[in-house]
């Protein structure tokens, strides 16, 4: 588990045709996650709107052929394992050339959903078409960015 709600730290996610999803290096315990008076917030993160979902290029740039597709999914469930028969909260697909995502861009930042969530979160990726040959990122649940 990991206290500083980072899912992983410039984690290498090429991958030439295998299409196999790779899991996050962290799971986020929610109910870890305690309020002032000391009762777990598990229930509702998102309740203000202000905590997102944030992914960014980490040291190596994405590169792709033009058509590569990677979708990234944040999933909860009730055990350590959220990508493994959890719910799906949300997914987002991103396609990546030779130079469109260089290091420290910013692939995301997405609100979470304000509704119930199970105690574990956990990110993957997928190349889903054509070849990721480089490419880190970096994953965490924080403040609503933008990219300067």
């Not at 990508?83 to 991103?94: A, C, D, V, Y």
């Not at 396609?95 to 995502?101: D, E, M």
């Not at 993957?124 to 933008?146: E, H, K, M």
């Amino acid at each position: 588990m990991d206290a500083q709600l980072i899912f992983a730290e410039a984690l290498d996610i090429t991958d030439t045709s295998s299409y196999v999803a790779i899991n996050f290096t962290n799971v986020l315990d929610l109910g870890a996650i305690k309020d002032h008076k000391g009762d777990s917030i598990q229930h509702v993160v998102n309740a203000g709107g202000k905590t997102a979902l944030n992914i960014i290029v980490e040291n190596i740039a994405l590169v792709g052929d033009g058509s590569t597709t990677v979708t990234f999914s944040l999933y909860d469930h009730t055990t350590v394992t959220p990508w493994s028969g959890g719910r799906k909260l949300m997914e987002f697909t991103i396609t990546v050339s030779a130079t469109n995502y260089p290091a420290g861009t910013q692939i995301c930042s997405l609100p979470l959903p304000a509704m119930e969530m199970n105690r574990y979160l956990g990110v993957t990726s997928l190349v889903a078409a054509g070849d990721l040959t480089a490419g880190s990122v970096t994953a965490w649940i924080g403040p609503v960015t933008q990219q300067p």
